[in-house]
């Protein structure tokens, strides 16, 4: 038989070339697209800030857009269910994508039942005054914010809130995009509901036209607030300040700037029970002004809030911006500002904890796992608005499921063109990276960071495992899809393993992009496609993995 024709049998199909169902990828390779639902839920968890390595900002933020149309298309109530659920379940870094995604049905619903259904959806997903902004915001671009029932939507946000949590809202989340509740009011007209009470009309009438003259606002726990954010206004010394804030349990938001560079007055938020977001975000700045020591009580105080596991999850704070948190305080700031502080290693130490705590439980697989860390160019891009790059990210979540598991290696790999010189065993582009439980997550992060990188080849992990001839239960390859580099396909390269090692082998590909694209055959029960840094994700690949589901 001629050689030509024996090489065509024997030739596996390189990732220039696609397999039967894929489409070409923003690299110019070949990977399978993900269907509607998968890349809503990236979309909505991963949004398009920063854009990627290939696909810009803009072309990204596009597709998006264009895949909640077609969602919307294929089941608009599944398409509010989804929306709603990553939302109010904190299941996303930042729950701008969500609020976008909850105006774009509103606007382009197919009918009147399809919008009121997302109207009705409306407080459990903007749940705080600056979510309420970004939808209006979201929905004047459309041209979409006239109407009786968007009206009547908006009001119903103000109403239907206990007043004391309304005095409250309005307080600490005065403006954004250029709104203001002032503005929101004069559209909804929610004091000419029949059946408001006379509490709201009241807080409404402060807010449409100011502090009044009248001065029994203190018989009211709910005007009590306001009135002392008007206090607060015109107070000349810290000592008032810091009184003011415990008397009225004011937020951070009600105090003049002036007075945010004394401890005192951050001791009075910290007394009051400041909310997690903002305890994490004011971190650096209570060490700047001293507040914050090795051997302070306020130290004391947020690192007992940090470890508070009922705490972090009833905050909906995400795992991301605790990572980004811990990186941004552990750096002492200089890369941001001009601002920098001490920090302090018993605060570091527990935002660590609270990292894992914000994911939940998940339960060990006793499988044998090889984590796989993409470290190609294409994962230097940033995530989700921070200063985080996927690949960072992606050692991090990594580290979540390593924590509970006792039978597992980590690489990384990039393409076999990567110069590996000082970083221990390489082989075709694979660097072997230890990671331990016991690593604290800004000193792998910062490790990762330093990683050479070059092109995208998401087989090696695989080939890897062959030519080592490891055995392995499953493969956990976290990864933005984008390979192109390899002379052959990620899926084939499992399915030869798989019949010279590990019969049953699984892959799990955590996408760390919103893009729509996965190395996941979606013909092949043994791989699994889920959105990277979605809370859920560490406990959907535990029971992948275990065979559980």
Not at 280 to 292: A, E, K, Q
Not at 320 to 339: C, E, H, M, P, V
Not at 405 to 416: G, L, N, Q, V
């Amino acid at each position: 038989m001629s050689k030509h024709l024996l090489d065509a049998i024997n030739t596996k199909t390189p990732q220039w070339e696609p397999l039967e169902g894929q489409v070409e990828n923003s690299a110019e390779g070949f990977s399978w697209r993900v269907d509607n639902w998968t890349h809503l839920r990236r979309f909505l968890i991963l949004g398009s800030s920063g854009g990627t390595y290939y696909i810009s900002q803009r072309d990204l933020t596009k597709d998006g857009l264009k895949t909640i149309e077609k969602c919307l298309a294929e089941s608009p109530y599944r398409t509010i269910d989804e929306i709603v659920a990553t939302s109010q379940d904190g299941r996303a870094p930042k729950n701008d994508y969500a609020i976008f995604a909850l105006a774009v049905v509103v606007a382009k619903a197919p009918n009147d039942n399809v919008k009121r259904q997302a109207l009705d959806a409306l407080p459990r997903v903007c749940r705080i005054g600056t979510h309420l902004f970004q939808f209006v915001s979201f929905l004047d671009a459309f041209g979409a914010l006239t109407g009786r029932a968007k009206r009547r939507a908006l009001a119903k946000w103000y109403t239907e809130k206990d007043p004391d949590k309304l005095a409250y809202q309005l307080i600490k989340y005065r403006n954004r995009e250029g709104w203001t509740h002032r503005d929101i009011l004069r559209v909804a007209h929610p004091g000419s509901i029949s059946d408001v009470s006379d509490t709201h009309k009241r807080i409404f009438n402060w807010t449409t036209k100011g502090w009044p003259t009248e001065n029994d606002w203190d018989n009211d726990p709910a005007l009590s607030k306001i009135a002392g954010f008007e206090l607060a206004q015109s107070a000349k010394r810290t000592d008032t300040i810091a009184n003011l804030i415990k008397e009225y349990e004011l937020p951070r938001e009600a105090i003049p700037t002036d007075f945010l560079a004394e401890p005192s007055v951050w001791q009075a938020l910290l007394d009051v029970d400041m909310p997690m977001t903002a305890l994490v975000r004011n971190l650096g700045n209570m060490s700047r002004i001293g507040l914050l020591t090795g051997t302070s009580d306020a130290t004391r105080t947020v690192v007992e809030k940090l470890r508070n596991e009922d705490a972090i999850r009833k905050s909906r704070i995400h795992p991301l911006n605790i990572l980004f948190a811990l990186k941004t305080y552990a750096s002492g700031g200089g890369w941001r500002s001009n601002n920098t502080w001490t920090s302090v290693s018993q605060i570091v130490d527990a935002l660590n904890d609270a990292f894992y705590l914000a994911f939940g439980n998940v339960e060990p697989t006793g499988k044998r796992i090889l984590f796989a860390l993409d470290v190609s160019g294409s994962m230097t891009s940033s995530i989700a608005g921070t200063n985080l790059s996927a690949r960072e990210a992606s050692a991090a979540m990594a580290l979540v499921t390593a924590n509970i598991e006792d039978r597992y290696d980590t690489i990384a790999f990039s393409h076999e063109g990567l110069n590996l010189r000082g970083y221990g065993y390489a082989n075709r582009g694979v660097i072997s990276l230890p990671i331990s439980p016991r690593e604290r997550l800004d000193d792998l992060v910062e490790r990762t960071s330093r990683l050479p990188f070059s092109g995208t080849d998401c087989a090696l992990p695989m080939i890897y495992a062959s030519e080592r001839g490891q055995l392995y239960d499953a493969f956990i390859i976290y990864t933005d899809s984008e390979t192109w580099a390899g002379d052959v396909h990620p899926s084939e390269a499992l399915r030869d393993y798989r019949k010279a090692f590990v019969p049953d082998a699984k892959l799990v590909v955590v996408g760390m992009t919103s893009n729509g694209f996965s190395i996941a055959d979606p013909n092949d029960a043994g791989m699994l496609d889920v959105v990277g840094f979605d809370t859920s994700t560490p406990s959907i690949i535990s029971e992948f993995v275990a065979g559980r589901i």
